[in-house]
């Protein structure tokens, strides 16, 4: 409860088993306390509510942690994310979207998590243990063949965007992003 004193946050779960009074008037003080807050509960197998405090939603145990995952995704504001830009070349984080030139291509998360790294550093040589270890947090390079399917996706979708970049590659080295036409 300290951390809701200094910090504001999108969403407050509660293990609504481990309130030890009144649970309805606990959530209207939360809810009004912190207004801009979703507030989500959390409730043990047979457990009746006889009215749904001000809450934005419930789980019942058991449930998976997708099932968490999905049912708070849908309760959270979107977040716009930041663009990130190189020329005219730029990746919206909040979307996973490649925008060049009022164009749009949505990208799978790793996708993006590459383009994110390629627009970062321009024109800069990327080895590939550098893109495993941050994009897919290993440095194992037994098998790299993830790394180059992603490359020839992001080459793709660059292609469909018709921008003029190109990702190239070093052969055994790794990859560098680079712009196809002078400036002006």
Known sequence: MQILQVQSVALIIVDVPSIRFQLERFCNDLAAQHASSSLFLLLNKGMRLDRLPRASGYLRRPFTRRQLLNRI???????????????????????????????????????????????????????????????WG???????????????????????????????TKRGKGYRIVCNQSED
Do not use: C
């Open 73 to 135: 995704t849908r309760i959270l504001p979107e977040q716009d994310g930041e663009t990130i830009a190189w020329r005219e070349l730029q990746l919206n984080t909040g979307g996973n979207l490649l925008v060049w030139q009022g164009l749009e291509i949505p990208l799978t998360p790793k996708q993006a998590a590459l383009v994110q790294i390629f627009l970062e550093n321009p024109e800069k040589l990327l080895s590939r243990v550098r893109l495993m270890r941050e994009v």
């Open 138 to 168: 290993t440095s194992y390079m037994g098998d790299t063949r993830t790394l180059d399917v992603h490359i020839h996706w992001l080459r793709k979708a660059i292609e469909k965007l018709g921008a003029p970049f190109t990702i190239k």
